[in-house]
Nanobody, 122 residues
Framework: QVQLEDTGGGLVQTGGSLRLSCTTSVRTFSSETMGWFRQAPGKEREFVTYITWSGGRAYYADSVKGRFTISRDNAKNTVYLQMNSLKPEDTAVYYC???????????????WGQGTQVTVSS
């Protein structure tokens, strides 16, 4: 059973930075890709980025490209999301997810973390 633990959220001012972490209990073919999604109040869950364990191929939503960086530490089974130049519109609950292949659709992911709140004050 794959379990994800996502941590690192908090309150930060506009222009600030945060780093989120997601650790998976085990890596399998069904969790080859690790993604981050976010959901703001009253809005649908939105794709942010994903990365593959093998090869480290990454993909970003246009809204975060150039500001967010996803990386992985295979030895620690941990994926990181470095968020820089944060804006108030980045405020949301951020969820780590694991799936079989890279996708921007949340329905394609098999496992989810509990979520961590990111709040950017103006």
């Amino acid at each position: 059973q794959v379990q994800l633990e996502d941590t690192g959220g908090g309150l930060v001012q506009t222009g600030g930075s945060l780093r989120l972490s997601c650790t998976t209990s085990v890596r399998t073919f069904s969790s080859e890709t690790m993604g981050w999604f976010r959901q703001a109040p009253g809005k649908e869950r939105e794709f942010v980025t994903y990365i593959t364990w093998s090869g480290g191929r990454a993909y970003y939503a246009d809204s975060v490209k150039g500001r967010f960086t996803i990386s992985r530490d295979n030895a620690k089974n941990t994926v990181y999301l470095q968020m820089n130049s944060l804006k108030p519109e980045d405020t949301a609950v951020y969820y780590c997810a694991a799936g079989s292949y890279g996708s921007t659709r949340y329905s394609e992911y098999n496992y989810w973390g509990q979520g961590t709140q990111v709040t950017v004050s103006s």
